[in-house]
């Protein structure tokens, strides 16, 4: 077992449980729970522990077992993860979820996690079968077909957030799975000559709001007036929590004696334990805090790069630097709407915020990942077919 990436991971996600409990303590409880818990944030973490839990499973269970059986599931995840899209996008559910079982989660993040495991799959398999289906066309194809389906469907839904999490998951894919140099340039000067005409004409068509929060960014970012009371008051409010923090911030649950804005609800409440749990971290732990939270990231993905450098296969090399990616774009957007790097969107930060089935499905990223480096010698069975003979 990699031993600093387990540490790091439960250093976050212990964290992020001590922080929802500030985060998460004006949301609306039954008296029954407020009771018991002793506040709504009581009850939220004490949730988030038993996500922990069932994550935990995940996790062990993934890294202990070979990725080279887990990435056989790549097409009925997918083919379920799309299935599953489309009855959310025809549900009432404002953040298109699904309640199966009493269980509620966002399909979507089903979606990034099976699309992984499938570009991992048919880089790995596909070449295998006929020469041409190594040919960088073909490979390109696959990895495009792959994900602009679950891209344009959660576009359709309105989850700009979870939609631009596939580019950078998408780019790294290209650029593991050894397309050369050449057709990168073609793609990326194709892709800013397109640019507009997503912008201005697909855009309106597959999100109502992605447009309008995104002209607010540039807005704000230009140093125009908006209404913050109006579409700027997240914004404006959350970007004010992060720069009064001062290197110290005002503590742990602080109160509105201490200038606290969680604690006057100008971040919003309903959403702060997850989509602006920075605002609530930098604001109370400073930007010390934000330093550490920061590093055990950095720390976390560059690790992760370095189990993907001693792979044993194209596959592992994929799973690991894609989840890398998903991880970074996640993090960059979670931070970056929090300070105007970013337009808001509701992502949450991984294994920090509150995000019910979002947890599991990290671990069980971070468990795959941990399954190629607990796997990285090759078999014996393996070291002869490549080599042709069978060591003693």
């Known amino acids: 077992m990699n031993w600093v990436l387990v540490f790091v991971m439960y250093a976050l996600l212990i964290f992020g449980v001590f922080m929802i409990e500030s985060a998460a303590r004006h949301l609306p ?25 069932v994550g935990s499973v995940a996790y062990f269970a993934a890294a ?18 799309l299935g599953l899209m489309v009855m959310a996008m025809q549900a009432d559910d404002e953040v298109h979820r699904l309640v199966i079982g009493g269980l509620s989660f966002q399909p979507a993040q089903l979606g990034v996690t099976s699309g992984i495991v499938m570009i991992a799959w048919l880089m790995q398999d596909m070449p295998k079968l006929h020469p041409l289906l190594g040919n960088p066309f073909v490979r390109i194809g696959m990895i495009g077909t792959v994900s602009i389906v679950p891209f344009l469907l959660v576009m359709k839904m309105g989850d700009m957030g979870s939609a631009l999490v596939w580019i950078p998951v998408v780019v790294v894919a290209l650029l593991v799975a050894g397309i050369p140099f050449r057709f990168l340039s073609f793609i990326a000067f194709v892709s800013a000559g397109v640019l507009p005409i997503l912008y201005f004409v697909i855009l309106p068509l597959v999100s109502e709001r992605g447009p309008d929060r995104i002209d607010l960014w540039l807005r704000m970012m230009n ?46 409440h309903l959403t702060a334990h997850n989509d602006f749990i920075v605002a609530v971290i ?14 055990a990231f950095a720390l976390l993905m560059i690790q992760g790069l370095f189990i993907g450098f001693y792979s044993r296969d194209v596959a592992g090399r994929l799973i690991v630097c894609m989840v890398v990616a998903l991880f970074f774009a996640h993090t960059y957007e979670n931070i970056g709407m929090c300070v105007l790097l970013m337009p808001i969107t509701g992502i949450p930060l991984p294994l920090v915020s509150y995000s ?15 399954s190629v480096w607990v796997h990285r010698q090759r078999s014996r069975s393996e070291i002869s077919r490549f080599s042709g003979w069978m060591p003693d």
Request: charged share 20%.
């Open 356 to 370: 019910g089935t979002f947890v599991v499905i990290c671990m069980f990223l971070l468990g795959l990942v941990q």
């Open 29 to 53: 409880v039954s008296p029954e729970k407020l009771a018991e818990f002793g506040s709504a944030g009581g009850y939220f973490a004490w949730m988030q522990k038993n996500w922990i839990v």
């Open 64 to 81: 202990l077992i070979d990725y080279r059986w887990i990435r056989w599931l790549g097409v009925p995840l997918y083919a379920v993860s």
């Open 282 to 295: 930098a604001e109370e732990l400073g930007f010390r805090g934000m330093l550490l939270l920061l590093g």
């Open 223 to 268: 140093g125009e007036e908006v209404d913050i009371k109006g579409d700027g008051y997240a914004p404006h409010n959350v970007s004010m929590a992060v720069g009064k923090a001062g290197w110290s911030g005002a503590g742990w649950k602080a109160s509105a004696e201490r200038g606290s804005l969680h604690d006057k609800k100008f971040i919003p």
